[in-house]
């Protein structure tokens, strides 16, 4: 399951490595996750790929790896999620590298990923070049009311360049865009842990933020504002966030929020952003019988906003990016982790 490949020449081993062998602990391996996340948006084209494992070790019936897809082209979408035995998945201690049945990670140096794979009628070739310093956010955070859940958040490439190709049905698609990679891991109950994440970037700017909430309250908040190879980090400021409005979801049987406004500052720097959903898919994640089921919404929004450091205007701006939102539902969801 874990190798030590040796890493290409002038490489030096780096935090975005596979952290499970030095994360777990024996009392509550069975609750380890570890993910590496990728996106990109263009103009008509849209995706985001996710390679993870979960209780690597088979203590429970949710063990392996599991490889999430979905391609969002002309507000179609395509894609699934595929569990996958551990037998069958790789992972690098000292790199990002993986392979997990017919789908790799390749690190071909500390800037510069390959990911590949095919699944049914999807096949994918892209590599990342990151364009932003790597943040370190969080580490061993404890989240919830159990104290030994601790979690991970390193954003390895707040911008990437994204290039390569997209195979639908055999027809191709060729990817140019800007995209975005992080990496989460540690033990956590999900039930627990409920966040709010977003992403954003045009050729100068990025920006990135997590929210985590404890029965419903913000507990704490990261914004990270990226100008070229500037990082600004908005880490608990005062954070408003107003739900505009929200749309109902007949699956999941509960409502998803559709506009929201965000306000963050500190004694610099303010930053204020709407986001206007344009497309969401629907994850869940059933891990106790007598308690509702987790569900996680992959969302596309349209973002809008501007950024100001001592009432001074530095940035506008508008555009296509991603965000997640968690909730609870009784109802099945149909897919599922």
Known sequence: ??????LIANQEPHSDGWHYLDSRDEKHKKNYIEWKYFNFTQKDLAGYIIYYVIDPEKNTKFGGGRLLIRIVKDGVSYGLIKKIDMEKVELDLLSASMSMGDAEIVEKSSYIYKIKGKANNLNWNLDYRQRAPTIESFQNLNTCLIRWEKVNWLIKMPRAQVTGDITIDKEVFHVDALGYSDTNWGEMVPFFTKYEWGQYSDANFSLVFGMLYRFSKMKSSYFYLVFGEHVVALENALCEVKRID???DKILGVKVPGKNIFS???KEYEIKFSTNLIYHDNLGLKIY??????????QIV???????????????FKGRGFKEWTTRTWKSVPLSF
């Open 1 to 6: 399951m874990v190798n030590s490949s040796h």
């Open 264 to 266: 963050v500052k500190n």
């Open 302 to 316: 349209e973002y809008e906003g501007s950024v100001t450091k001592n009432g001074v205007t530095l940035h506008e």
């Open 289 to 298: 019988p007598f308690l509702p089921k987790i569900v996680v919404s992959e």
């Open 246 to 248: 929200w749309i109902f």
